[in-house]
């Protein structure tokens, strides 16, 4: 069982900037197999896409709400992919989440098997 740990979320003037870490409990080479995604969840909505990482760091994907201005990255070889959030605005205020997959590089959040228990991001204006 794979076990995720978010962590890099807190309080922040829109503007700024945070950067979050997902800690896999896989080793540094084993976690490489692994594609990585980043959600994000409000309350009453539904866990929304926003960014992905393929196995060797150079395959990203990211939602049209957070392109260019986030970048996802990992440790390689190593047990940690990161979320670079800039130029924050209120509406990326949400818990965030990180998911593991050893086979589909997606969008979808059906499709992760792996789940980190979130880190709370809020932007104020």
């Known amino acids: 069982q794979v076990q995720l740990v978010e962590s890099g979320g807190g309080l922040v003037q829109a503007g700024g900037s945070l950067r979050l870490s997902c800690v896999s409990s896989e080793g540094a080479f084993a976690f490489g197999t692994y594609y990585v995604g980043w959600f994000r969840q409000t309350p009453g909505k539904d866990r929304e896409f926003v960014a992905v990482i393929n196995r060797s760091g150079y395959g990203t994907l990211y939602s049209d709400s957070v392109k260019g201005r986030f970048t996802i990255s990992r440790d390689i070889p190593g047990n940690t992919v990161y979320l670079q959030m800039n130029t924050l605005e209120p509406e990326d205020t949400a818990t965030y989440y990180c998911?593991?997959?050893?086979?589909?590089?997606?969008?979808?959040?059906?499709?992760?098997?792996?789940w980190g228990q979130g880190t709370q991001v809020t932007v104020s204006s």
């Open positions: 998911a593991a997959d050893k086979d589909r590089f997606s969008q979808q959040r059906s499709d992760y098997t792996y």
